[in-house]
């Protein structure tokens, strides 16, 4: 089981619909244009299909769609993912109002058009009745042929991409090594000037405090000169007043004990005037005017200002200009290395190869497979002797899917060469070819529900009761939705419901019901006759159902043994 209940409010032409789906095989049916299409259109709304305007019924503000699916195990780690509670039955709803804006949840919590395909891609598997147009597509027949041998591109899409950046990266190199050069010249010039200063952080300050000091030189010594005469001078100088001072309150301190005190800060100030004498006698002896180191520094000096006007730059900034310049020629260098950039480009080419041998022998062990299903397929839908052939061939250029092309072709007559499935002229044998495609490829994936709309167009007589015996055989493992106006398509189904168009208030309204047997037999005879319905008609639509009937009770056993017959054929 897999799509439980699905209700429509102003969807097209439908006002209110609620249907519950059952198990196994049931089909839809009634007259063109009754809008049989519109349940799956709405279901592939509801799962995430881009929505219009177009969908809101005529005077309507806005369509909604509710599905409630069985929760298959496999998808319970995603919704936890995604954030989505788990819940059963999967609840799914689309909203789409008349200016064309949409809303969506999963089990009541919003959610993007995008989550909502992730889920349909799991649910529910759609057979269109065009779906041979894409098959004639390369890629889609590549997709097709790997999803039956189970060959999973994802490791060489990685591979693949990786070598076409390695392949970019040495293609511009390439392109650019002139300028590159032309650029890394320019860096080593503009470097070589700026070693020949070699500046280091923070030595613009004390290149500055030093010129500052040595232009001076002659005014500090004349000032440490003065300084000292004024402390040793034996008249005028400082020394000899402090130590008159304490002389006099250390010999009168017994008879005032503060003396004590007022005599030792005496005492210690004289320490620190013979400390200050000591060091400007040292000072004296080492000062020198030393015009050479000025000279030096006045060049030094120069340069920096002259570096620093030519780069556009503040002094202090000629290191970190330096440190970025020689950063940018690495890099440069590392662009401009076309031999490691070519070895990393054939190794990154050789990785990709390989895989895609791997994915190519893969392909070749499925592509057999896939040929004869197909074929045996085709012998019970009226292409007796046919042949179907999905065939290998080199790309064009390789890709992210490797470097195989797979076109399928189809004979329909014995003795007949395959062509491919876009020259095959018949309507006909294009619908039972898709068809045969889809039986066969159905049980791919873990999607619950098969729909097939209007594939079996084109068909008829015999081969129609054969489609119809596919589909029930299917809804044994599968549920399955047929849209058809073949009475020999729907006389095998489980379930039947009749979609017809009712004029209510001026506006053309869509039902849905299910039919009981009475109801399936006039049904039945319709589309075998008409409108008018006749004893013949209905006597041949309750033929048509016990047939299908007494083949049904009697399948089971009959249909695993066909089943085995038809995969070791396949095989």
């Known amino acids: ?53 177009g969908v809101v019924r005529e005077g309507c503000t806005q369509a909604d769609i509710c599905a409630e699916f069985d929760c298959p ?6 919704l936890e993912e995604a954030g989505f509670e788990r819940e059963e039955p999967l609840l799914l709803r689309r909203n789409i109002d008349s200016q064309g804006r949409s809303r969506a949840w999963i089990n009541g919590a919003p959610a993007t058009a995008t989550q909502l395909r992730t889920l349909g891609d799991q649910l529910i598997d759609i057979h269109g009745q065009h779906a041979w147009q894409s098959l004639t597509r390369p890629d889609a027949a590549r997709e097709l042929l790997d999803a039956y041998g189970g060959i999973s591109c994802r490791e060489l899409q990685t591979l693949w991409s990786q070598w076409s950046q390695a392949r970019r990266a040495l293609e511009h190199a390439q392109s650019t090594q002139d300028s590159l050069q032309r650029e890394r010249d320019r860096l080593q010039w503009q470097i070589a000037e700026l070693d020949k200063l070699a500046p280091l952080d923070h030595e613009w300050d004390e290149l500055n405090a030093q010129h500052t000091r040595l232009s001076h030189a002659q005014t500090l010594m004349d000032a440490a000169q003065a300084a000292l ?33 007022m005599a030792d800060v005496l005492a210690s100030c004289q320490a620190q005037l013979a400390d200050a004498r000591h060091s400007l006698q040292a000072y ?26 030519r780069y556009k730059r503040r002094p202090e900034e000629l290191p970190a200009l330096l440190a970025g310049w020689r950063q940018e020629l690495t890099q440069l260098d590392a662009a401009v290395d076309i031999d490691g950039l070519h070895a990393a480009e054939k190794k990154a080419q050789q990785r990709y190869l390989t895989q895609a041998r791997q994915i190519s022998q893969l392909r070749a062990q499925a592509a057999p ?41 189809v004979a329909g007559h014995p003795g007949v060469t395959p062509r491919p499935m876009a020259k095959v002229a018949s309507g006909g044998e294009l619908s039972r070819i898709s068809l045969a495609i889809a039986v066969t490829t159905s049980e791919l994936g873990e999607a619950g529900t098969l729909i097939f709309d209007e594939v079996d167009s084109g068909v008829g007589g015999a081969v129609a009761e054969t489609v119809g015996r596919l589909m029930h055989k299917l809804g044994h493992n599968r549920q399955v939705l047929a849209v058809t106006h073949l009475p020999q398509v729907a006389a095998w189904a489980n379930t039947h419901y009749l979609v017809s168009k009712q ?66 054929r396949a095989d």
């Open 229 to 261: 005469q004024l402390i040793e001078d034996d008249e005028a100088g400082a020394s000899q007043p402090l130590g008159r001072a304490q002389h006099l309150l250390q010999s009168q301190e017994h008879l005032e004990p503060e003396f004590q005190n």
């Open 284 to 309: 004296l002896r080492h000062a020198d005017l030393d015009p050479d180191s000025l000279a030096q520094l006045d060049a030094r000096l120069s340069l920096w200002m002259q570096l620093a006007r």
């Open 369 to 409: 497979r896939l040929s004869r299903a197909i074929t045996q397929a085709m012998q019970g839908l009226g292409m007796e002797g046919g042949v179907f052939e999905a065939a290998l061939s080199s790309a064009d250029a390789p890709g992210a899917s490797g470097t195989d092309s797979v076109a399928f072709l």
């Open 73 to 78: 195990a496999h998808l319970q780690p995603w």
């Open 503 to 568: 004029r209510a208030k001026q506006a053309t309204l869509s039902t849905v019901q299910v039919l009981d047997a009475g109801q399936r037999e006039a049904e039945l005879a319709r589309m075998l006759g008409g409108e008018r319905l006749s004893a013949t008609t209905l006597a041949h639509a309750r033929e048509m159902l016990a047939m299908a009937s007494q083949a049904q009770s009697r399948k089971p056993r009959k249909a695993k043994a066909a089943g085995r017959t038809a995969a070791k």
């Open 1 to 53: 089981m897999g799509l439980r209940r699905i209700v429509l409010r102003d969807f097209v032409i439908v006002q209110a619909l609620e249907l519950s789906w059952h198990a196994g095989f049931s089909v839809l049916t009634g007259e063109t244009g009754a809008g049989k299409s519109i349940l799956i259109d709405a279901l592939q709304l509801v799962l995430g299909a881009r929505a219009d305007t």
